[in-house]
């Protein structure tokens, strides 16, 4: 490694990339509220800002040399994790399936902006607050820590969603949502021992969440958190 892992880069960089995209966001010129109403909001707003984002998460992870801690998870977790991303997701199938009449109403175009959109909200984010910010918590603090850190960091993130214009009460049900997600993917890249898997339950379950309506995706994630809950317990005393 060109750079030792350190909590300081795990928590600046989960603190600079709200603001960054926050930043791009505002130069789209679309509100928050309004990014996911039409094609040219999807790419302006999300789209773009993402793939930016995108190279220069990349180029910093490749400077510091850390691809390797940051893609594979060598932490022991209990066999009976996987069902996590397992839950996760059927959620995102379930959700598909409720949609089937939908789908086709909507523009191929569309929808394969949103896909690649939220498929890089899904790498970045879990780049960020899975990969850089467990890596570099990972160097000094105990696993617990890393756990709680770096979901309050990923909650913290969508905070900053009230600065792009959403209403301080949905933004407020966000945060609290966003901590327990970000202990879902957390065991998700414990359980399965890669990164990958949370980025793309993530991506697809954005998907979901931009463009259709799910309540079985709803139900599915109740039950994933309460399987959390037993999971970080079972994986957290085992580290």
């Known amino acids: 490694m ?13 603190l600079l990339y709200a603001p960054a995209f926050v930043g791009l966001l505002v130069w789209s010129g679309v509100a928050y509220p309004d990014i996911a109403n039409d ?10 800002p993402e793939a930016i984002l995108a190279v220069v998460l990349i180029g910093l992870v490749s400077w510091w040399g850390w691809w390797g801690p940051v893609l594979r998870d060598d932490r022991p977790a209990p066999g009976w994790l996987k069902v996590i991303p397992i839950l996760f997701g059927l959620a995102i199938v379930g959700g598909l399936i409720e949609n089937a009449a939908v789908l ?3 523009a191929p175009s569309l929808l394969a902006v949103t896909l690649v959109a939220t498929l890089l909200v899904g790498f970045n984010e879990e780049l ?3 990969g850089i910010a467990v890596v570099g918590f990972r160097a000094s603090l105990p696993e617990w820590q890393v756990w709680l850190f770096s979901s309050l960091l990923f909650a ?10 959403q209403d301080l009460a949905s933004t407020a049900v966000q945060v609290v949502m966003t901590f327990c997600i970000g202990s879902v993917l957390y065991l998700c890249r414990r359980a399965s021992g890669t990164i990958i898997v949370p980025m ?3 991506g697809f379950y954005d998907f979901i969440s931009f463009r259709l309506v ?11 958190l309460v399987v ?3 999971g970080l317990y079972a994986a957290l005393r085992r580290s």
């Open 2 to 14: 060109r750079t030792a892992p350190s909590a300081r880069i795990g928590a600046l960089t989960g």
């Open 39 to 48: 094609q040219d909001s999807v790419l302006r707003a999300v789209l773009v």
């Open 104 to 106: 086709p109403t909507l």
């Open 128 to 130: 960020v607050y899975r």
């Open 156 to 165: 913290a993130l969508h905070a900053w969603n009230a600065a792009a214009g």
């Open 200 to 202: 793309l339950l993530h």
């Open 214 to 224: 799910s309540g079985v995706a709803n139900l599915a994630l109740i039950a994933m």
């Open 228 to 230: 959390t809950a037993a």
